[in-house]
Each structure stands twice: as structure tokens, then as C-alpha cells.
């Protein structure tokens, strides 16, 4: 079995180097590499070169939520007739966000985030940029598709909010519109990773039932724990026939902003420009005269929503700092974050 047999799955040169020399050289390494597609309590699920593994965690990876994640590729030894986890391959990226306090990682080696809404009241520019955030945060490439357009009576009212986005990536279409899918198959090679955001009822599964060689089954997997009794689990990544993975979880819509400050400025970098022209370096772009932001507002520049979703999002930034390293850490933090957003640090006249 060769490593390109890896491919489908995702696999690349990323993680081939991490590989020693005497691993490239066993002819069994290949059978203890996997990519995981489910993680449970003390053991995940995962893809190899001669199929589906469940393999065991041992404590040193405890807790599994907040070092495994569906994406990662693992090393597993076989012990006793069991898969027992050995190693985790860095990754390209990991998706991380707090759950009860603690940092969790949710999904981990993501090429694009298909970012999905659709025409109807639903849509929603605040989520749009919230998930934009996340993507750039997390160095992942984010498209915005826009579905349903076949039962929407204002097209360009929808079109024109996501202009105002300034997404590099944005698409509107309809499953029932044959041909306007068809621009999703530019993301579509093998080997990549796509995972997908966005309320319920917004169409991700009919979109992937429609674009792959795949049908999402139901979410939810009952199955027996270690004490027999049932527990729900969640499969959160699958593969398609044309080698593209497809990542699907719960944590990714219930995803709140984590370490996101890049995220923030990159998705708001309008506004971080405007603050820098401010005639005061200490603006808090309230009533201060020369204020560029309150300036860029008044002529409609910019919107009075987009400027208050980017104080919500860097607040809710800070908070979640807060709870995670102590406020001593975030009073220095919010004070470096204001000096970069007037790093011109002079005051004009
Ligand atoms: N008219 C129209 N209906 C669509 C389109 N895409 C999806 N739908 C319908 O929207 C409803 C919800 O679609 P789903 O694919 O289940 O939505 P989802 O985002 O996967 O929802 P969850 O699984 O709850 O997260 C279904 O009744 C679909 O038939 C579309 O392009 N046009
Ligand atoms: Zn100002």
C-alpha cells in the first residue's frame, strides 16, 4: 500500500514529513495512520488505508476534547487487538472554542469554511461576520453561499448585504436552479477539507446531498457505552466518493469566538483603518471630535450594525480572555489591542 492511497483522505506532505526516517522505511506505518471522524470519551473513530478504527486514548491524551479533534491524523499502535492512540501529527489549523470555560477543539486540518444562509429571514450579515471571523482566525479560506434563491422574491436586497460583507468568496444559488451549484465544484479536489456552518434549516445537508457522491445520514448514532448503557454520539466527518471531506459538527454552530483578535481585525479591517485616522490616539469613538469611525458612519461608509458587531465581537473577546487567563492578563491585552488599532500613536490637528 503506498502513501498516495492516503490522499483521499487528506493526506499531504504536511504530515508526511513529520514522519522519521525509520517510519518511512517500515513497510507497516502505513497501517497505523489514521484521520479522525468521531471522538468519544476515551476513544475516537478514525479512517486508514483498510478502513474505519476505533482506537483507544490513553490518559496522556486526556481529555480527548481538548486534544483530538475530527480532522487530526493520528499514529496508532495495535495492542491486545486494540488501536491504541501514539501520536497526533501537527496540524495545518484547529478550530478552537470554549465550552464551560475551557478551551475545546473542534475540528482540525480545514482547507475551506463554507459559510452557508439562505434568502429568507434567516439571513443574517452579524452571524455572516462572526463566521468570517472564525475562518480567518483560523488561516481557513471561507466562501459564503447564499441558498434558496429560487424562492426569494428580492435577490438584489440579498446580494447588495453581501457585497457590503466584502468576502472574497461569495455565491447564491438554489438546488432547484440546475447549473448554480456548479461553482462549489472549484472547491472540490482531492484531499481537501470542507466544513460547513450555519443555522438549522438553512440547507447544508440538501447542498451536500446534492454536490457529493454522499448522503448525510441522521446525525445522531445511539450506541452502548462501556457500562451498556446508551449514550448519543455524534459522526462528525465523512468522506466523499471524489476524495473530498466533509466536516459536520454540532460545536461549529454553537461557536463562540475564541483568541479571535486576528479574526476580528482581518474581517473588520475597515474599521481598525478608520480608528488609526482618528485625531485622538485614545478615541473611544464615542463623541470626540475628528472621531473617523463616527465620521465614515454619518456618510454612510460604513453602517452603524457593522461597527457595533465589531465592538460586541472584540468585548466578547475580551470576556472570554478574561475567564480563560485571569484579568490581569486581559487588562494588558486590551491595552496592547487599542494601541495596534491607533499604532499610528500621534495625535493630529
Ligand atoms: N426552495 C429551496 N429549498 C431548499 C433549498 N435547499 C434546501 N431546501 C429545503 O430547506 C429545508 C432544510 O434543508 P436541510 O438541508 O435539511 O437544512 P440543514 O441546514 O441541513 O438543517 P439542519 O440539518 O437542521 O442543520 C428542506 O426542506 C430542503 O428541501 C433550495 O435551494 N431551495
Ligand atoms: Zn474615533
Given at each position: 500500500m503506498s502513501y498516495s492511497s492516503l490522499h483521499q483522505f487528506g493526506w499531504s506532505n504536511l504530515f508526511m514529513q513529520q514522519l522519521s526516517y525509520d517510519e518511512l522505511c517500515a513497510d507497516d506505518t502505513i497501517d497505523n495512520i489514521f484521520r479522525i471522524t468521531a471522538i468519544h470519551r476515551n476513544r475516537v473513530e478514525a479512517m486508514g488505508v483498510n478502513g474505519e478504527a476505533s482506537i483507544i486514548v490513553p490518559?496522556?491524551?486526556?481529555?480527548v476534547s481538548q486534544n483530538l479533534a475530527v480532522g487530526d491524523w493520528v499514529m496508532a499502535e495495535m495492542a491486545n487487538e486494540h488501536f491504541r492512540l501514539e501520536r497526533i501529527l501537527e496540524p495545518k489549523n484547529r478550530v478552537r472554542r470554549i465550552n464551560n470555560g475551557l478551551p475545546q477543539v473542534i475540528?482540525?486540518?480545514?482547507?475551506?469554511?463554507?459559510i452557508i444562509t439562505s434568502?429568507?429571514?434567516?439571513?443574517n450579515v452579524k452571524r455572516l461576520e462572526r463566521y468570517l471571523a472564525l475562518a480567518h482566525e483560523f488561516d481557513i479560506v471561507p466562501a459564503v453561499i447564499l441558498t434558496?434563491?429560487?424562492?426569494?422574491?428580492?435577490l438584489d436586497h440579498y446580494l447588495d448585504r453581501l457585497r457590503e460583507l466584502g468576502a472574497d468568496n461569495v455565491h447564491a444559488l438554489s438546488v432547484n436552479t440546475p447549473g448554480t451549484v456548479d461553482v462549489l465544484h472549484a472547491y472540490m479536489h482531492e484531499g481537501t477539507t470542507i466544513a460547513l456552518v450555519g443555522s438549522s434549516g438553512v440547507g447544508k445537508s440538501t447542498l451536500v446531498n446534492a454536490m457529493f457522491d454522499l448522503t448525510l445520514p441522521t446525525r445522531e448514532i445511539r450506541e452502548d457505552d462501556a457500562h451498556g448503557k446508551h449514550t448519543t454520539t455524534h459522526r462528525e466527518l465523512y468522506f466523499a466518493g471524489n476524495g473530498v471531506a466533509i466536516i459536520d459538527t454540532p460545536g461549529m454552530r454553537e461557536l463562540q469566538l475564541y483568541d479571535s483578535e486576528q479574526g476580528i481585525e482581518r474581517t473588520f479591517s475597515s474599521i481598525v483603518e478608520l480608528g488609526e485616522r482618528c485625531?485622538?490616539?485614545?478615541?473611544?469613538?464615542?463623541?470626540?471630535?475628528?472621531?473617523a469611525i463616527r465620521q465614515a458612519i454619518a456618510d454612510r461608509v460604513i453602517t452603524q450594525a457593522h461597527f457595533d458587531n465589531y465592538l460586541k465581537l472584540v468585548k466578547e473577546e475580551e470576556s472570554q480572555k478574561r475567564r480563560s487567563l485571569g484579568a490581569h492578563v486581559v487588562k494588558e491585552h486590551t491595552r496592547e489591542y487599542f494601541k495596534k488599532i491607533h499604532s499610528s500613536n500621534k495625535v493630529k490637528y
Open positions: 490518559p496522556q491524551f486526556q481529555p475540528a482540525a486540518n480545514v482547507d475551506y469554511l463554507w434568502a429568507n429571514e434567516e439571513f434558496k434563491t429560487d424562492v426569494c422574491d428580492d485625531r485622538y490616539s485614545n478615541c473611544g469613538h464615542d463623541n470626540e471630535p475628528g472621531c
